[in-house]
């Protein structure tokens, strides 16, 4: 079995609990088993060393903000392939590109707000699942 992260972002978190169980059963039903998950508010610290890969972009410091705006739900999945099975069950990171039935087409509104995050490969996963799950 292959462990990944996934994030809900503040915007689903602050819409309530129904798009919360949603996103969750839709990722459920693909098979995949949490065997860790937490609501919480993460600090700029945090953020900026979770995006570190991203420091020095335009959308660096945007992106912390928005992250660090709100509560986010952190969910440490598994399943067999899972960053790739995740990646395909999540959508394009532009919602607009997503495909039909995506998690990000049917929750995601902008490219910033688009829902949820998914490690993007099994280096980042690891990285990922150290720095919010230790």
Same mark, same amino acid.
């Given at each position: 079995m292959q462990q990944t992260y996934f994030m809900i972002k503040p915007e689903i978190v602050a819409a309530g609990e129904? #798009?919360? @169980?949603?996103?969750?059963?839709? *990722?459920?039903?693909? @098979?995949? +088993?949490?065997?860790?998950?937490?609501?919480?508010?993460?600090?700029? !610290?945090? *953020?900026?060393?979770?995006? $570190?890969?991203?420091? @020095? #972009?335009?959308?660096? !410091? %945007?992106?912390?903000d928005y992250i660090v705006g709100g509560p986010v739900v952190a969910i440490r999945l598994e399943r067999e392939n899972a960053v790739a099975a995740?990646?395909?069950l999540i959508g394009a990171t532009n919602p607009a %590109?997503?495909?039909? @039935?995506?998690? +990000? %087409?049917?929750? $995601?509104?902008?490219?910033?707000?688009?829902? *949820?995050h998914a490690s993007a490969n099994t280096e980042d996963a690891a990285r990922e699942l150290g720095i919010l799950f230790g």
């Amino acid at each position: 079995m292959q462990q990944t992260y996934f994030m809900i972002k503040p915007e689903i978190v602050a819409a309530g609990e129904q #798009k919360i @169980g949603e996103i969750l059963a839709i *990722v459920n039903r693909a @098979g995949f +088993r949490i065997t860790a998950l937490s609501m919480r508010q993460l600090d700029r !610290a945090t *953020v900026e060393n979770f995006y $570190g890969e991203h420091e @020095g #972009k335009p959308f660096f !410091a %945007d992106l912390c903000d928005y992250i660090v705006g709100g509560p986010v739900v952190a969910i440490r999945l598994e399943r067999e392939n899972a960053v790739a099975a995740l990646r395909e069950l999540i959508g394009a990171t532009n919602p607009a %590109d997503a495909a039909i @039935g995506t998690i +990000r %087409d049917l929750f $995601g509104a902008s490219l910033q707000n688009n829902a *949820v995050h998914a490690s993007a490969n099994t280096e980042d996963a690891a990285r990922e699942l150290g720095i919010l799950f230790g």
